[in-house]
């Protein structure tokens, strides 16, 4: 039946990145979610403000701008995330209250708006020159500029680890780390598939395994002869 369920997810995978890059969620189509993690965090939408719920009893208010409109939003596990056309606000278990990170001019106006994928413990949101990451252990944002003349191809994202692959390299990001760990692919190197577990990203190319840990500062390389 597991193998009924991954076959399912990769296919799914692969029809929603037709037409543009493929992002991968822990929770996608409800499969894909490792062990019990609470649903503990419900958002809801009111006049003017986002609310969250947090365990049934804690709630957070955060007040929208004017003309500042709601694009999207989720929450799962530990965290939860809205975008709106000017920024990210992000709730966890432990936090205080939202936390908020400004879009810059370019990602605010972009049409289609950035992709959003969520775990749970981590959000992750994905423009065409940026990712930006909110960790839900450590209560953090981080950001990774994609270089000029580089392109995202696959975004995935797992209980504890996320990755991002472009045409020319790989970033991999762990909860409670804070920054992306980048390994760059050779020039014949070519992408063939990305596998998401709740502490591990395996990247398979035509050449080698590349294995992202949540416990590991590096990526591990194993030639494939």
């Not at 709630?59 to 999207?72: A, D, I, M, T």
């Not at 760990?181 to 190319?205: K, M």
Request: aromatic residues 8%; positive net charge.
């Amino acid at each position: 039946m597991h193998k009924i369920q991954h076959i399912i997810v990769f296919a799914l995978a692969l029809l929603s990145g037709i037409g543009g890059y493929t992002s991968v969620s822990a929770d996608w189509n409800g499969y894909g979610r490792y062990g019990a993690v609470e649903d503990v965090i419900d958002i809801h939408l009111a006049d003017g403000e986002v609310v969250a719920v947090r365990d049934g009893r804690h709630v957070h208010r955060e007040s929208l701008g004017l003309r500042e409109n709601v694009l999207w939003k989720s929450a799962q596990g530990h965290v939860g995330a809205v975008l709106t056309n000017r920024r990210l606000l992000a709730v966890s278990r432990t936090t205080p209250g939202w936390r908020s990170h400004t879009l810059r001019i370019e990602e605010a106006g972009e049409d289609p708006p950035p992709d959003m994928l969520i775990s749970d413990f981590l959000v992750m949101a994905v423009t065409p020159r940026r990712v930006i990451l909110f960790d839900g252990l450590a209560n953090a944002w981080a950001t990774k500029d994609i270089p000029l003349h580089d392109s995202v191809s696959q975004a995935a994202i797992d209980n504890h680890v996320a990755a991002i692959v472009t045409e020319k390299r790989i970033y991999g990001v762990a909860a409670r780390r804070g920054r992306f760990v980048e390994q760059r692919f050779s020039s014949d190197e070519s992408l063939v598939s990305v596998t998401t577990r709740p502490h591990s990203i395996t990247v398979r190319t035509n050449r080698q395994l590349l294995i992202f840990r949540s416990r590991s500062p590096f990526w591990e390389r194993v030639s494939l002869g």
